[in-house]
């Protein structure tokens, strides 16, 4: 079953700390996997995406991994801000079999609390 | 404008109305989707129109009516709600290929009572 599971469930930090919050799936054929963050009572916004040969991708104070091997990625988030309070989203694409556009699995996300 | 604008942000409404949850993007993008979020859990897909014709619903019940009158808008019609149809509504527009992003609105809290 194509799945995607998120840990932790929810994380508090202080400011100006460090952390990394994971994400493993079992989708198979993969496409790509997709980090993204959402402020309460909004959308979610795209941080990064990671394809199939991509090991490592940065984004400002934002790290993605990936290993296509175990299907596990990583996102680390440097010198955390008080903005960086948000849930954050695993989506991963599941090649569509037939063509057409492909399903995104979503994780339940990690809801992370930065506190001065 | 790299916007997706969803209007309401907020609504409420009884079991017995008909209302519609309005979205718009000027990005050229020809997929565009209706997802439910409930309260700490991801968004939900419910519907898919890819150039303007529907190609996916995951099982939506029928008081949920989608319409995309043109490649720019996307509509929600709802008529006879449950209460457990609140939630925030999202809608999100994405270009065509598989790698692309989507770009979420900020979404319509949505309350029956």
């Known amino acids: 079953k194509n799945q995607v599971e998120q840990s932790p469930q929810s994380l508090i930090i202080l400011e100006g700390k460090n952390c990394t919050l994971q994400c493993n799936y079992t989708v198979s054929p993969f496409s790509n996997l997709r980090w993204y963050k959402q402020d309460t009572g909004r959308g979610p916004v795209s941080l990064t995406i990671m394809t199939f040969s991509e090991n490592t991708k940065s984004n400002g104070r934002y790290t993605a991994t990936l290993d296509a091997d175990t299907k596990q990625s990583s996102l680390h988030i440097t010198a955390s801000q008080l903005s960086d309070s948000a849930s954050y989203i695993c989506v991963v694409s599941h090649v569509a079999p037939s063509g057409g556009y492909n399903k995104l699995i979503f994780g339940a996300g990690t809801r992370l609390a930065v506190h001065p | 404008d790299t916007e997706v604008t969803q209007t309401p942000k907020h609504l409420v409404m009884g079991m017995t109305n008909k209302k519609s949850l309005k979205c718009e993007q000027h990005?050229?993008?020809?997929?565009m989707y209706w997802y439910k979020q409930k309260a700490k859990k991801p968004p939900e897909l419910m519907f898919v129109?890819?150039?303007?014709?529907?190609?996916i619903n995951e099982s939506v019940p029928s008081r949920f009516s989608p319409e995309c009158p043109n490649s720019s808008l996307l509509n929600l019609h709802l008529h006879a709600l449950q209460p457990e149809d609140s939630a925030l509504y999202l809608c999100?527009?994405?270009?065509?290929?598989?790698?692309?992003?989507?770009?979420f609105g900020s979404g319509t809290q949505l309350s029956v009572l």
């Open positions: 990005m050229g993008h020809r997929a």
């Open positions: 999100a527009s994405r270009a065509t290929g598989n790698n692309e992003k989507l770009f």
């Open positions: 129109y890819s150039y303007e014709k529907l190609s």
